[in-house]
T-cell receptor
Framework: DTTVKQNPRYKLARVGKPVNLICSQTMNHDTMYWYQKKPNQAPKLLLF???????READTFEKFQSSRPNNSFCSLYIGSAGLEYSAMYLC??????????????FGEGSRLIVV | QQKVQQSPESLIVPEGGMASLNCTSSDRNVDYFWWYRQHSGKSPKMLMSIFSNGEKEEGRFTVHLNKASLHTSLHIRDSQPSDSALYLC???????????FGSGTQLTVMP
């Protein structure tokens, strides 16, 4: 089973409110990633966990938080949503690190609309 | 930071035709290229990867890589309506843990 599951699939949030997105995989993968994708733009890596170690991108460091309480589960947390957070959020996992030639397996995404 | 440029942004080909998609990295240290395909409403799925100069063929799909020009291309022969999707190119470089994606080529195959 190469399924990555994301919940919720759709989320409507008000400006200033928190948002929590959830991702799970049952492939025992070491690494889990969160990407943000806006229309006509490339998926942008926000952060990833390699085992228990969290790596966050410098330009999104303060905007997104994450937790990985066990190997299968990873969340993405926005403390105070702004309009610019409206996007598709894609979770992915890989056996090692993706840049080492390991394939990323993606979920179907969580579409966040902030109003 | 490395950029990955894809062209064209959108492409329409007739059923049975050849689709050619292009991807270029800005970083000379690129070592892997991937092609992912995302059907509407579905998750991106890895289609093919390549890290050596030359070409790689899997069924109707062929990937070329020219490391000197940092360019890869994906060719789909005998295109089918089911090939209609967003094709994302991704690249990684030695020494970096990050996989950089392009913004994609939207392919439409007309019956």
């Amino acid at each position: 089973d190469t399924t990555v599951k994301q919940n919720p699939r759709y989320k409507l949030a008000r400006v200033g409110k928190p948002v929590n997105l959830i991702c799970s995989q049952t492939m025992n993968h070491d690494t889990m990633y969160w990407y943000q994708k806006k229309p006509n733009q490339a998926p942008k890596l926000l952060l990833f966990y390699y085992d228990k170690i969290l790596n966050r991108e410098a330009d999104t460091f303060e905007k997104f938080q994450s937790s990985r309480p066990n190997n299968s589960f990873c969340s993405l947390y926005i403390g105070s949503a702004g309009l610019e957070y409206s996007a598709m959020y894609l979770c992915a996992s890989s056996r090692g690190l993706g840049n080492s030639g390991n394939t990323l397996y993606f979920g179907e995404g969580s579409r966040l609309i902030v109003v | 930071q490395q950029k990955v440029q894809q062209s064209p942004e959108s492409l329409i080909v007739p059923e049975g035709g050849m689709a050619s998609l292009n991807c270029t990295s800005s970083d000379r240290n690129v070592d892997y290229f991937w092609w992912y395909r995302q059907h509407s409403g579905k998750s991106p799925k890895m289609l093919m990867s390549i890290f050596s100069n030359g070409e790689k063929e899997e069924g109707r799909f062929t990937v070329h890589l020219n490391k000197a020009s940092l360019h890869t291309s994906l060719h789909i022969r005998d295109s089918q309506p089911s090939d209609s999707a967003l094709y994302l190119c991704a690249a990684s470089t030695s020494g970096s843990w990050q996989l950089i994606f392009g913004s994609g080529t939207q392919l439409t195959v007309m019956p």
